[in-house]
Nanobody, 120 residues
Framework: QLAESGGGSVQPGGSLRLSCATS????????IAWFRQAPGKEREAVSC????????NYADSVKGRFTISRDNAKNLVYLQMNSLKPEDTAVYYC???????????????WGQGTQVTVYS
């Protein structure tokens, strides 16, 4: 139901902006999260924005470098990623539900993912 875009390959220190879109529902009515999964690793939460007051959460590993935001007019949610590191390499997924759950399994709407590769 969701579709991510904006992934790619960048050098360390570079930036990418991921987008999450859907034509099925209004994203502003839901909490939207970004997760990532690197090969051989568990899916981990990157960031989440609550629907009620727009408060945001970030994983410690991305604080100060990544920013989640909404464009309600376009029904989009972004993940701006700056100062990228090789350890940020993963498939990035957006997810939607009523809360910013700690457990990714609680989210019921997902995209297919977009690959982000940070290479030296």
């Amino acid at each position: 139901q969701l579709a991510e875009s904006g992934g790619g390959s960048v050098q360390p220190g570079g930036s990418l902006r991921l987008s999450c879109a859907t034509s099925k529902f209004t994203l502003d009515n839901y909490a939207i999260a970004w997760f990532r999964q690197a090969p051989g690793k568990e899916r981990e939460a990157v960031s989440c924005m609550h629907d009620s007051d727009g408060t945001t959460n970030y994983a410690d590993s991305v604080k100060g470098r990544f920013t989640i935001s909404r464009d309600n007019a376009k029904n989009l949610v972004y993940l701006q990623m700056n100062s990228l590191k090789p350890e940020d390499t993963a498939v990035y997924y957006c997810a939607a539900d009523f809360e910013c759950y700690d457990d990714y399994a609680e989210f019921t709407s997902w995209g297919q993912g977009t690959q982000v590769t940070v290479y030296s």
